[in-house]
């Protein structure tokens, strides 16, 4: 490995330690104001970001006023290439901002997935107003059950994501994929935790989430039949020709590549 001369100096070297000693992923300029606050160094925090942007030592990253920290273990100005740099640097910009991994992304970031998704699926409980990153794709989800905290960043329960994707199926991009990792995360949820996080939500969306989880687990779409009312047949997909018509959840699917309740059960 080529080794680079990266210098600072004496002033800032104090702020460089703390960076370091600390293991800090990435900067921003109220981190970097408190250091120099602490340190009892005297230069604005957006000149002290500046010469240590200028030395390597900060990478910038698709969101202003936060950078990537390249420590010395790193031997130069080079990034740890992160796949979750986007969303990340987006929190801490925008701390007040909710938002969550889902879907695919979410099923990789608690295992249940081996592949990231190219492009990384996060949440909002209400959706931003600018674009984050050609990177993420962004959705309106609003969770009922707590949030898991993995890989530095919040992301959904399995029982959220199971409803996310039943409320909204044509998000999925491709039902191929999600099935090959669905039945993993089925295998974590509990039937309560399921109905807890459908408690609020319209018929339809527990219609469809007792329909896709009537083969994998038999046991909660039961239990979510009770709770249901509708009598007018709804969609599973967008609105095309239907694949299958099921009469006990009065739901046309025109998306699934296979018939739920034929799925091997998991639970």
Request: glycine share 4%; proline share 6%.
């Amino acid at each position: 490995m080529m080794y680079m001369a990266r210098n600072i100096s004496k002033s800032l070297s104090k702020i460089l330690e703390a960076l370091e000693l600390d293991s800090v992923d990435y900067v921003t300029l109220d981190m970097l104001e408190k250091l120099a606050e602490e340190h009892n160094v005297g230069t604005e925090a957006s000149m002290i970001a500046k010469r240590l942007k200028n030395a390597g030592w900060l990478l910038p990253t698709s969101n202003a006023g936060v950078w990537e920290f390249a420590p010395a273990a790193m031997a130069g100005p080079y990034s740890k290439n992160d796949p979750l740099r986007d969303i990340k640097t987006f929190k801490l910009a925008n701390p007040e901002t909710d938002c969550y991994l889902c879907l695919q992304t979410a099923a990789w970031a608690l295992g249940y997935s081996d592949r990231l998704p190219s492009v990384l699926e996060l949440a909002f409980s209400e959706l931003p107003r600018r674009v984050i990153s050609e990177n993420v794709k962004t959705y309106k989800y609003k969770p009922v059950l707590p949030l898991r905290r993995v890989k530095g960043v919040d992301c959904l329960s399995p029982e959220s994501i199971i409803v996310h994707i039943a409320s909204k199926p044509s998000i999925v991009k491709s039902w191929e994929s999600v099935l090959e990792w669905l039945p993993d995360v089925v295998y974590e949820t509990e039937t309560e935790r399921i109905l807890t996080e459908l408690v609020d939500r319209n018929d339809s969306v527990k219609r469809r989430t007792g329909y896709l989880l009537q083969g994998m687990y038999p046991d909660a779409s039961s239990a979510i039949h009770e709770k249901v009312t509708g009598k007018t047949k709804i969609r599973f997909g967008p609105r095309t020709t239907a694949l299958r018509n099921d009469e006990t959840w009065m739901i046309s699917d025109t998306i699934l590549p296979i018939v739920p309740e034929e799925m091997e059960k998991v639970k």
